[in-house]
């Protein structure tokens, strides 16, 4: 799990601390004005290849989901980002920090994520204006 003291550490690893490993296939949406390009750059970096948009059509590692609280329903947009998704796959919401515009309660995400049946397994503090939120697929139970 990733911890939200980690935001000391400097833009060249936040990669890693997003779990990006060299070769994925990762999918932004959600992109506008305010992204951090940093973020982005070191996502591509680590990764080797661009971002792929939201019109991408390939199985996807990762999905990088910038989201604002005007930005709609969450619930809608999580299944909408599964959908190309692979079974280990995991999505990151990443969100405004606390008392900058966009920013959504924690258990607003939590909620969705419980919703779209995903579980919030990590947050991580990503520069100055964004938190990240971890969201992968709920492992069914073992039967006995």
Same mark, same amino acid.
């Given at each position: 799990m990733v911890a939200a003291g980690d935001a000391g550490k400097g833009e060249a690893d936040v990669a890693e601390r997003l779990d990006i490993e060299p070769e994925m296939v990762v999918? %932004?949406?959600g992109w506008d004005e /305010?992204?951090? @390009? /940093? +973020?982005?750059?070191?996502i591509e970096e680590r990764c080797g290849? %661009?971002?792929?948009? !939201? /019109?991408?059509? !390939? =199985?996807? @590692? =990762?999905?990088l989901l910038w989201? #604002? *609280? !005007?930005?709609? /329903?969450?619930?809608?947009?999580?299944?909408?980002?599964?959908?190309?998704?692979s079974d280990e796959g995991v999505i990151w =919401?990443?969100?405004?920090?606390?008392? #900058? %515009?966009?920013y +959504? !309660?924690?258990?607003?995400?939590? *909620?969705?994520?419980?919703?779209a049946n995903l579980a919030q397994t990590g947050k991580v503090s990503l520069g100055e204006g964004?938190?990240?939120? #971890?969201?992968?697929y709920r492992k069914a139970k073992a039967r006995r």
């Amino acid at each position: 799990m990733v911890a939200a003291g980690d935001a000391g550490k400097g833009e060249a690893d936040v990669a890693e601390r997003l779990d990006i490993e060299p070769e994925m296939v990762v999918q %932004e949406l959600g992109w506008d004005e /305010d992204v951090d @390009d /940093d +973020v982005r750059a070191a996502i591509e970096e680590r990764c080797g290849s %661009e971002l792929l948009d !939201e /019109d991408a059509d !390939e =199985v996807v @590692d =990762v999905v990088l989901l910038w989201w #604002r *609280e !005007e930005d709609g /329903d969450l619930t809608d947009t999580l299944l909408d980002a599964m959908t190309p998704l692979s079974d280990e796959g995991v999505i990151w =919401v990443l969100t405004p920090k606390t008392g #900058r %515009e966009g920013y +959504v !309660e924690p258990a607003d995400i939590s *909620e969705a994520a419980s919703t779209a049946n995903l579980a919030q397994t990590g947050k991580v503090s990503l520069g100055e204006g964004w938190m990240g939120t #971890r969201l992968a697929y709920r492992k069914a139970k073992a039967r006995r």
